[in-house]
């Protein structure tokens, strides 16, 4: 084996370690069932106006990376499953159907915004 051929392996070697590397801290870098994260608990969804029908909605995020949606729209009731992951005020739920919600929030820890514009606050 001829020296270029060696050292082009040796760069090789260690490109693929400082990937790995990377990745380990970028995962590391997000929460996924932290028990202390902000998130974990029971979330309520906040109605401040009259919409001309009856809604409300429960999420609860568990310390597990787990948690459950339940919405109640004009008396019928759904709930979904999903596993989520927190990366600083951010959070994803990744729902079995491959669905996907985002939602912030904030820094005092009392409200999160989910898919825009819909409030919750923590019980």
């Given at each position: 084996m001829n020296s270029?051929?060696?050292?082009?392996?040796?760069?090789?070697?260690?490109?693929?370690?400082?990937?790995f590397f990377a990745l380990l801290l970028t995962l590391g870098a997000c929460e996924s069932g932290s028990a202390d994260s902000p998130f974990?608990?029971?979330w309520t969804l906040e109605i401040e106006e009259d919409l001309g029908f009856?809604?409300?909605?429960?999420?609860?995020?568990e310390s597990d990376g787990t948690g459950?949606?339940?919405?109640?729209?004009?008396?019928?009731s759904e709930t979904a499953e999903f596993d989520w992951t927190a990366d600083g005020n951010d959070i994803t739920m990744e729902y079995?159907?491959?669905?996907?919600?985002?939602?912030?929030?904030s820094d005092d820890g009392?409200?999160?915004?989910?898919?825009?514009?819909?409030?919750f606050t923590k019980d």
């Open positions: 270029r051929t060696k050292s082009g392996r040796v760069r090789s070697v260690r490109g693929v370690i400082a990937l974990v608990g029971s009856d809604i409300s909605g429960k999420i609860e995020i459950s949606a339940e919405v109640t729209f004009d008396g019928v079995p159907d491959g669905g996907i919600d985002t939602g912030t929030i009392k409200t999160l915004t989910m898919v825009g514009d819909l409030v």
